[in-house]
C-alpha cells in the first residue's frame, strides 16, 4: 500500500469535470484507490463518491493506493492533481 | 366542422429554423419507484436486467459522443457514462437485489437517489447542476430495464413537445428527421439545445403549454428564430410560414456564398456586420458567416457557471474572444443578470423586468463588477483598442458616471500591481431604456459610444412583456415610437460626435438593417446565422434606396404602413 497527501489546486474544486479527469486517470489502473478526506474515505474510481466528497479548492487529501501497480497509480494520479485536472488531450 | 382558433405561445428562441408539422409529446420520465420486493429465484433475473440496461445505455451514450458537436458537451457525456460504469453504484444496486431481494427498478431509484441525497447535502453550486445530470441517467437506466420500451411512436415531420428531453432521448429523435422541438424547460447550455443547433432542428425553450390542453396531432408552426409557437395555425399563417421555411432555406445557402464579399452597398457605401456572442463554441462562425468583430458579448453565463466566477477565468474567457475576432474589436458588455435571467438567491420580484438588473444590480455588488472590469483591463493590455466596455440596463447619467469611476479605481490598483492595460478602453452606454433615448444628448457627453439594445427598448416603450402570452401580439420592435427613439439617439450621437451601434433582435432582420443604414447607422451586430442574409441584402441595394426606405418609415403613422414599406426589404 502506498499513500500520499495533497491539495486540491484548482479555483474551482473537485466538481464534476475534475471529478471525471481523475476516475478516467484512476480507472486505467488496476490498484484500487481510495480517497481519505475529513475521516470520510470513498472509492476513487467512483465518480458519484468523488464528487459528493465536494472538495474545495485548497482541500487536502489523502490518495491511498493498493495492488500491483499501486507506484505508478500514485504518480499518475498526484500528476492530475498538479495539473490542475486538465484534460490530458 | 369545429374550427380551431390559432393560438400563440411565447418562449425563447434556442435554435434557428421555421419547423411545422404536427404535434407529438414526450411523455414525462419518473415518478416514484415503489419499494417492491422480489423472490429468491428472480434474482439473477433482475440482475440481469441490471447488466443489459448499463450496457445499452453506455452504447447509446458512446452514440451520442459521435455526433459533431463541442468538446463541452463530450466531457458532460463522458461523465455519464463514468457514472453508469460507476463501480459503487453497481455494487450498491446488486446488494439491493441479492441482498435485500428489491426490484431492479428500486434498487437503481434507491441507489442514485442516496447519492442525490450526498450532493445536496454537499451543498455545492456546481452540483444542483450535476443532480440533474444524475436523476436522468437514474430514469434512463430504470426505463431501458422495462422489457417493453417506451415505444418512440413519433414520425417524421412532427413537432416534438417535452418538459425536458435526455441526451439518449434527443439522439433517438434526430434520426428520426424532427420538424422541431419545443421544451417546456431547458437552458441555452442544455444538452438538447446543444445538439438540436449542432443537428439543424428548430428549437424553443421555455415555453409552456399547460394551459392549452394540447394533444398528439395538433397542427403546428414553431420559429426558433423568434421563439414563437403557433398551435392550430389559420391556412394564410400556414402557407405563409410554409414560404417563410422554404425561403429560408434557398437563401441562407445562397447567403452563405456573399460572407466573404465585401462590406458596402452597391453604391460604395460601407458598412460593418458584427456578432453576438455568448459561447466560445460560437466563436468559429465569425469568419465562416463574415463577422468583423464582436459587437455585444453576453458575460452573464459566467455568472451563472459559479466555478468559473474568478478573475482569470474571466480573463482567459476574454482572451479567447479576443484572440478570435483577428484585428476586429470586441464589445464587452457587463453583467446583465437580472429580469429573466434572475440570480440565484436573489429575492423574487414581482416586476423583475423593471426591478434589480444590469447596472442597478453591479452597483449594488461592486465586488462583482470591480472583478470584471479587472479582467476586462488585465486582457485590454494584451489587444490595445480593441477591447470595449458596455454598460448595460442605464437609466440615468449617474448610473453611468459610479461605473467610470469604479474603473479608475481598477486602473489605479493595476497600475500600482504594475499590470498593463488599455487606458484607452471605450466604454459605451446600452440605449434600451426610453428616458436614455430620451435625453441621449446629455448622455453622449459622458460616453464614447451607444448601442441600442432594440428588444429592452421596445418592451419599456411599449409596455409590453413579450413572455405574456396575451399581449405578445403587441411586441412589435417596427412600431413608430422605436424608430423614432433610435432616431433621436443617432441625431443626439452625430452632435456630440460618438457613434452608434445597434447590437437587439432588430438588426438581424435584413429589412430593418437597411432602415437603419438608411438612418445612418451603419454598425450592427446580430446572432451569427442572421449575418449572411442581413449582408445579401445590404450588399444589393444602394445607399439612396435606403435613405428613402428610412425617411418613408420614419414619416409613417401607422404599424401596418411600415411593415408593407419593408416588406419588399426582407430577402434580396
Same mark, same amino acid.
Given at each position: ?15 464534476? =469535470? ?9 480507472? =486505467? ?6 480517497? =481519505? ?53 | ?18 419547423? !411545422? ?16 420486493? !422480489? ?37 458532460? !457525456? ?59 441517467? %437514474? ?217 434589480? %438588473? ?32 458596455? !454598460? ?77 402570452? %396575451? ?102
Amino acid at each position: 500500500m502506498v499513500s500520499q497527501k495533497v491539495t486540491v489546486k484548482n479555483e474551482a474544486g473537485l466538481h464534476a =469535470r475534475p471529478a471525471s479527469v481523475l476516475v478516467k486517470t484512476a480507472s =486505467r489502473f488496476k490498484s484500487e484507490f481510495y480517497i =481519505r478526506m475529513y475521516g470520510y474515505e470513498v472509492n476513487g474510481k467512483s465518480i458519484l463518491g468523488v464528487m459528493t466528497l465536494a472538495a474545495e479548492s485548497g482541500a487536502e487529501m489523502e490518495l491511498i493506493l493498493e495492488g500491483p501497480d499501486e507506484e505508478a497509480a500514485l504518480e499518475a494520479i498526484v500528476k492530475v492533481f498538479e495539473n490542475k485536472f486538465k484534460n490530458e488531450l | 366542422m369545429k374550427e380551431y382558433q390559432p393560438k400563440i405561445l411565447s418562449g425563447k428562441p434556442a435554435a434557428q429554423g421555421i419547423g !411545422i408539422g404536427t404535434v407529438w409529446i414526450l411523455p414525462d420520465e419518473n415518478k416514484a419507484i415503489r419499494p417492491e420486493k !422480489i423472490k429468491k429465484n428472480e434474482i439473477e433475473k433482475h440482475i440481469k436486467k441490471f447488466e443489459s440496461a448499463r450496457e445499452y445505455l453506455t452504447i447509446e451514450y458512446e452514440k451520442i459522443k459521435n455526433i459533431p458537436a463541442d468538446y463541452e458537451l463530450a466531457e458532460i !457525456i463522458d461523465a455519464q457514462i463514468q457514472t453508469l460504469n460507476d463501480p459503487e453504484v453497481k455494487l450498491s444496486i446488486e446488494k439491493k437485489i441479492r441482498v435485500d431481494y428489491y426490484t431492479v427498478e428500486y434498487a437503481i431509484f434507491s441507489t442514485f437517489n442516496e447519492y442525490i441525497q450526498l450532493l445536496q447535502a454537499a451543498n455545492a453550486k456546481w452540483a444542483n447542476e450535476r443532480m440533474i445530470d444524475v436523476v436522468s441517467i %437514474r430514469d434512463e437506466m430504470i426505463e431501458a430495464t422495462w422489457e417493453k420500451k417506451k415505444d418512440f411512436d413519433v414520425k417524421e415531420g412532427q413537432v416534438v413537445f417535452a418538459t425536458d428531453i435526455s441526451p439518449t432521448n434527443m439522439v433517438k429523435l434526430s434520426h428520426i428527421k424532427i420538424s422541431g422541438i419545443v421544451m417546456k424547460k431547458g437552458g441555452f447550455t442544455s444538452h438538447a439545445v446543444i445538439l438540436s443547433q449542432s443537428l439543424g432542428i428548430p428549437c424553443v425553450i421555455n415555453a409552456n403549454w399547460d394551459r392549452l390542453s394540447l394533444k398528439k396531432g395538433y397542427d403546428v408552426i414553431i420559429d426558433g428564430s423568434t421563439g414563437q409557437v403557433i398551435l392550430w395555425p389559420s391556412w394564410k399563417q400556414s402557407e405563409e410560414y410554409r414560404k417563410r421555411r422554404l425561403d429560408g432555406l434557398v437563401r441562407y445557402e445562397k447567403a452563405l456564398e456573399w460572407a466573404q464579399k465585401a462590406n458596402r452597398t452597391t453604391c460604395g457605401y460601407p458598412f460593418v456586420l458584427r456578432a453576438n456572442v455568448e459561447f466560445l463554441e460560437e466563436l468559429p462562425r465569425l469568419e465562416s458567416h463574415g463577422a468583423k468583430g464582436i459587437g455585444l458579448l453576453r458575460t452573464e453565463t459566467l455568472l451563472f457557471e459559479a466555478e468559473e466566477f474568478d478573475v482569470n477565468q474571466q480573463v482567459n474567457f476574454y482572451r479567447n474572444v479576443a484572440k478570435a475576432s483577428k484585428n476586429e474589436s470586441v464589445t464587452i458588455r457587463l453583467f446583465d443578470a437580472g429580469g429573466d435571467k434572475i440570480l440565484e438567491n436573489s429575492d423574487f420580484e414581482s416586476n423583475p423586468f423593471l426591478g434589480w %438588473r444590469g447596472v442597478r444590480m453591479l452597483l449594488d455588488k461592486k465586488d462583482l463588477l470591480k472583478n470584471q472590469l479587472e479582467a476586462i483591463y488585465r486582457v485590454s493590455g494584451e489587444f490595445p483598442g480593441k477591447l470595449k466596455i458596455l !454598460i448595460p440596463m442605464v437609466s440615468r447619467l449617474e448610473e453611468i458616471l459610479a461605473v467610470k469611476k469604479l474603473c479608475k479605481t481598477v486602473q489605479r490598483v493595476l497600475s500600482k500591481k504594475s499590470v498593463h492595460f488599455d487606458e484607452g478602453v471605450k466604454i459605451g452606454v446600452m440605449v434600451e431604456v426610453p428616458s436614455i433615448a430620451l435625453t441621449a444628448g446629455r448622455i453622449a457627453k459622458h460616453c464614447d459610444f451607444f448601442s441600442i439594445g432594440t428588444n429592452d427598448l421596445t418592451q419599456y416603450t411599449l409596455a409590453v412583456d413579450r413572455g405574456n402570452e %396575451r399581449i405578445s401580439y403587441l411586441f412589435d420592435s417596427f412600431h413608430p415610437a422605436i424608430w423614432k427613439l433610435i432616431k433621436m439617439t443617432k441625431d443626439a450621437a452625430d452632435r456630440h460626435g460618438i457613434p452608434v451601434a445597434i447590437c437587439g433582435e432588430m438588426a438581424s432582420k435584413p429589412e430593418a438593417a437597411a432602415c437603419f443604414l438608411g438612418m445612418g447607422i451603419n454598425d450592427l451586430s446580430m446572432n451569427t446565422a442572421s449575418l449572411p442574409a442581413v449582408k445579401s441584402v445590404l450588399c444589393s441595394h444602394a445607399r439612396n434606396e435606403m435613405e428613402k426606405l428610412s425617411a418613408d418609415v420614419l414619416k409613417s403613422e401607422a404599424l401596418k404602413e411600415i411593415h408593407e414599406l419593408l416588406e419588399p426589404w426582407r430577402a434580396i
